[in-house]
C-alpha cells in the first residue's frame, strides 16, 4: 500500500439538503497510531466514518485512505472496521462468524483456518471458538467484533465506540486489544465520546464539532503545562500574593490552582504554604484532564480556527 498517511483530508464537506453534516474536515491521521476522532452527538463523526468507508460520498473537498480515493474498491480491502451497532446470528459460533467474513472479505480459502485463530487468540475468544454466539456476554460479543475487524490484518482499523456499552472490566480488555493491534503497526482511528478511554489510549485526538476539527495534536500538547491544585486552610491571604512568582493563581474555596507550574517547583510552593501557617489537606499535581480541555473548546469553538 501507499506508505503516505493512513487518513488525510483537506475540505472534506458533506451536506444532506440544507444540513451540513460535515463542514470542510481538514486532518491527517498518520501510520501506525492510535488516533482519537472526538466530539458530541451530531459532530460528524458518523458521517466522517461512512465517507472514509465508501459508504457516502462528499459534497466536496479531498480524502485520502491509505493513498487511495475514497470508496476504492482494492484500499477497502485494507481496512477492517467495528460499527457501533452489530449483532451476529446467534445460532452460529463464533469461529463460523469469523469464517464467515473471511469469505464476505474475499479472503482465500486456505488463508481461512489461520485467520479466525490468530484473530480469535488477539481478542481472547480461542478457548471459545465453538461457543454459540447466543450464549456470549456483551463484552464477548464486542470482542468478537473486533476479531472480525482484524481479519486479514488490515492496515488500517476505524472502530465507532468500541466500548461504550462495556463495563469497565471490558474496557479494560479492549484497550489492551488496541494496543496490541498498534504493536502490530496497525493504524487504529478510534471514533468516541467516551474521553477518559480515549486519554488512556490514544497517541493523538482531533477534536471535531459541526463538522470542523477545533483541534488536534498530540495529548500532551493539547492537555497544556503541568497543575497544582493544593486544598490549604488558614492561608493568611497576603500568601496567595506572594505565590504569584511561581505562576497565575486562582483561587476556588480551599483550592489554590497554579498553572502552568514546572513540577521541580512543586516543593517550593508547598514549603512556602507551611511557612506562612497554612495547613495542607491535599496535594494533587497534574494537567488539565482531556474533558476540561473538550468542554472549553465546545464552549468556544466559533471562535477557534477550523
Known sequence: MNPGPAIETDGLAK?????????????????GEVFGFLGPNGAGKTTAVKL??????????????LGAPLGDRPMRRHVGYLPELFRYQPWLRAAE????????????RDRWTSEVETALGLVGLADRADDLVG???????????????????PDLVILDEPTSALDPVGRLDVRSIIRAVRER??????????????????????????GRVLEAGRLDELLGEPT???????????????????????VDGDWLTIQPLPSEQVPDVVALIAA?????????VGRSSLEDRFLRLLAHGSTMPS
Open 15 to 31: 451536506r444532506y439538503g440544507n444540513v451540513a453534516a460535515l463542514d470542510g474536515l481538514t486532518m491527517t491521521v498518520d501510520r
Open 135 to 153: 450464549t456470549f456476554s456483551k463484552g464477548m460479543q464486542q470482542r468478537l467484533g473486533l476479531g472480525v475487524a482484524l481479519l486479514g490484518q
Open 97 to 108: 462468524v469469523l469464517a464467515l467474513h473471511c469469505r464476505l472479505g474475499g479472503l482465500a
Open 228 to 250: 497544582l491544585r493544593i486544598r490549604v486552610t488558614d492561608l493568611p491571604p497576603t500568601t496567595t500574593e506572594s505565590l504569584d512568582r511561581f505562576g497565575p493563581v486562582r
Open 276 to 284: 506562612a501557617g497554612g495547613r495542607i489537606h491535599e496535594v494533587d
Open 52 to 65: 472514509f468507508l465508501g459508504l457516502a460520498r462528499p459534497t466536496s473537498g479531498n480524502a485520502r485512505v
Open 185 to 210: 503497526g496497525t493504524t487504529v482511528f478510534l471514533n468516541s465520546h467516551l474521553l477518559t478511554e480515549v486519554e488512556r489510549v490514544c497517541d493523538r485526538v482531533a477534536i471535531i464539532d459541526r
